[in-house]
């Protein structure tokens, strides 16, 4: 077996964001940020990525804290980690579906170095995090030497591995509105091979029920896994907004999800396969998030 170490490169450790990002813009094309490292460095021992820089983020304040407003938003920091979100109880109680997608991501020891911000940052279409941020129309914060700027997380997502993020940029700030009054979300997924795997198919779903709780007044679905981003299925959507919501309808938006999704075959899955799973796990996503709104 050969070993793997880590290639030669020089370490910088900023103290604020705006020395973080003037590092990255004057190293452009030969430095990458690193949050929580738990797939750059295994990256870069795979020669996968060979950066001459990393710039850390370690000493940078803040960027590892979380504000909850009140029937407003929560606003979290790209080094919050995924352990953090999931031992929050405002966090599992509110934001259940960011919550489910957080403690799903492989086990107590990478949850507790992995971060939002990195997982986001990755840009790869399995991302556990995503489908559910984009369901709750989260929208990212990012500074760079030029000022800042914010969008919705749905189009901070350009391609695998790709993002919007520009020369000399850092996402500082993931800003996730409060959920809807008669509102559920979900996020339901499938693993590669086993429960700590990365998703072969991942589905989230937000339902928004009227005063009567009877019709959906509005509805998002969010795949990821099968995509080179992750997508909304807005013809699914479609289907459900403004109707009661039965299950032949539900069987009829997911079979239009399925349609929808662009997955590939890989050593995790089958694109055949995965087809099928957008269509069951998509029910399943429709149907939790249902009962839960009426619950609401």
Known sequence: MTLRYLPDFEYFAPKDVREACRLLQEHNGRAKVMAGGT????????????????????????????????SHDLR????????????????????????????????????????????????????DSAPPLIAFQAVVKVIGVKGERSLPLEEFFIGPGKTALQTGEILVEIDVPCPS???GLVYVKLPARTAVDIAAVGVAACVILD??????????????????????????????????????????????????????????????????????????????????????
């Open 39 to 70: 797939d750059l460095l295994i990256n870069m021992k795979q020669r996968i990525m060979t950066p001459r820089y990393v710039i850390g983020l370690k000493n940078v304040p803040d960027l590892d804290r979380f504000l909850y407003r009140e």
């Open 211 to 296: 005063v009567k709780n009877e019709t959906c007044q509005d509805v998002r679905i969010v795949l990821g896994a099968v995509a080179p981003t992750p997508i909304r299925s807005r013809a699914a959507e479609e289907i459900l907004r403004g109707q009661k919501i039965k299950d032949p309808v539900i069987q009829k938006a997911a079979q239009i999800a399925s349609e929808e999704a662009r997955p590939i075959s890989d050593v995790r899955s089958s694109a055949a396969y995965r087809t099928e799973m957008v269509r069951v796990l998509t029910m399943q996503a429709i149907r939790q998030s249902l009962a839960q709104a009426k619950s609401a």
């Open 76 to 127: 979290l920091g790209p080094l919050v980690t995924h352990q953090s979100i999931v031992d929050d109880p405002i966090i599992r109680e509110r934001f259940g579906g960011l919550w489910t997608a957080c403690s799903k991501i492989g086990t107590p020891q990478i949850r507790s170095m992995g971060t939002l911000g990195g997982n986001l940052c990755n840009a790869a279409p399995s991302a």
């Open 181 to 183: 009054p008669r509102s």
